[in-house]
C-alpha cells in the first residue's frame, strides 16, 4: 500500500495569507498526485490533477507542484470562501487519500 | 449536464444487508470507472473500490476486499455499493465518484449516501 502523509492535519490563517499544504508519499509515485476541497456537508472537489494542473473553473490562487515523494498544494491569498477540508490522493498503484488539512480563518 | 445522483438516506440495524445506488446521467456511462469513497463521522476519505460499467472489472482497496461487493448495471447507468451483514462501524457517509479518462483523478462526484447502522 502506498501511505499519504498530509502536514498540517490543520492550520489557521488570515484573509490574504499565503497558505502552503504539504503532501508526502511513502514511495516514487511520479506526478499522480491530485488536490481536492471539501466543504463541510459537501462532496469533494477537484481542484489539481496531476499534481500541477488546475482543474476548468478553479480559481488561479490554488496551484500544485512536485514529483516523486514530496507534493505541495498553494493557496497564494486565502479567501473567506477558501475555509474546508484539503485532501491529496495518489493513483500509481490504486488510490490512497491523505488524512486531510483543516484549514481555518485565523 | 454530467452528473451522479446517490440513493437517499439509510438507517439499517446491525446484520442487515443494503444495496446503495449511484446513477450516471449526461455521459457515456460504460466508458469511465466509478470509483466508491468511504467518510466516517468527522473523520478523512477512504478509497474502497473502483469498477468500470464497461466490462465490470473491479477492484478493491485492500481494507476493504471481502467486506463489501461493487456492481454495476450498465443498462440502467448503475453503480451499486452493497453489504452483506452491516455493522455498527459501517456507519459513515458514501460517495460515488467519476474517473477521468486515464488520469486517476475524480472529477463528478455524488452528494453522498448517509448509512447508519445502529440497534
Known amino acids: 500500500d502506498i501511505q499519504m502523509t498530509q502536514s498540517p492535519s490543520s492550520l489557521s490563517a488570515s484573509v490574504g495569507d499565503r497558505v502552503t499544504i504539504t503532501c508526502q508519499a511513502s514511495q516514487d509515485i511520479s506526478n499522480y498526485l491530485n488536490w481536492y476541497q471539501q466543504k463541510p456537508g459537501k462532496a469533494p472537489k477537484l481542484l489539481i490533477y496531476?499534481?500541477?494542473n488546475l482543474e476548468t473553473g478553479v480559481p488561479s490562487r490554488f496551484s500544485g507542484s512536485g514529483s516523486g515523494t514530496d507534493f505541495t498544494f498553494t493557496i497564494s491569498s486565502l479567501q473567506p470562501e477558501d475555509i474546508a477540508t484539503y485532501y491529496c490522493?495518489?493513483?500509481?498503484?490504486?488510490?490512497?487519500f491523505g488524512q486531510g488539512t483543516k484549514l481555518e480563518i485565523k | 449536464e454530467v452528473q451522479l445522483v446517490q440513493s437517499g438516506a439509510e438507517v439499517k440495524k446491525p446484520g442487515e444487508s443494503l444495496k446503495i445506488s449511484c446513477k450516471g446521467s449526461g455521459y457515456s456511462f460504460t466508458s469511465y470507472w466509478i470509483g466508491w469513497v468511504r467518510q466516517m463521522p468527522g473523520k478523512g476519505l477512504e478509497w474502497m473500490g473502483i469498477?468500470?460499467?464497461?466490462?465490470?472489472?473491479?477492484r478493491y482497496s485492500p481494507s476493504f476486499q471481502g467486506q463489501v461487493t461493487i456492481s454495476a448495471d450498465k443498462s440502467i447507468s448503475t453503480a451499486y455499493l452493497q453489504w452483506s451483514s452491516l455493522k455498527a462501524s459501517d456507519t459513515a457517509m458514501y460517495y460515488c465518484?467519476?474517473?477521468?479518462?486515464?488520469?486517476?483523478?475524480?472529477?463528478?462526484w455524488g452528494q453522498g449516501t448517509m448509512v447508519t447502522v445502529s440497534s
Open positions: 496531476d499534481a500541477s
Open positions: 469498477i468500470y460499467p464497461g466490462d465490470s472489472d473491479t
Open positions: 490522493q495518489q493513483y500509481d498503484n490504486l488510490y490512497t
Open positions: 465518484a467519476r474517473r477521468r479518462g486515464d488520469l486517476g483523478a475524480f472529477d463528478i
